[in-house]
């Protein structure tokens, strides 16, 4: 992820305003979640550089989503707010588009986010 940095500009602003968030009051999430919320992403471009076409991206969105899903289902819902949920999205979205796969302004999570 780091290749590209409007990317790692995106993630960096994700995590720092997840940290921020649980620094400034009592909320369901640690250290540890956003850690988790972090390595997902990460681990979702590593292998949408490695898949090979637009179905099995999909289905790399899917299962990438519903990580997510549980992750913060698992924390009260509240390691993604509106502000991360837009983060999220627009890293997931740039690296569907970087490999082909969707276009610059497709939300290719709506079908399966809780968040």
Known sequence: MSDDKKLAEILARLVEGMREYMDDGDVAYDASDIAECEAILVEHANVMARVGDRDAAREQVRATVMKLNALNERCD????????????????????????????????TEAWRDW
């Open 77 to 108: 819902s509240e390691l993604i707010e509106t502000d991360q949920r837009e983060d999220i999205c627009a890293i997931i979205i740039r690296i569907g588009y970087l490999h082909g796969f969707n276009d610059e302004n497709e939300d290719v």
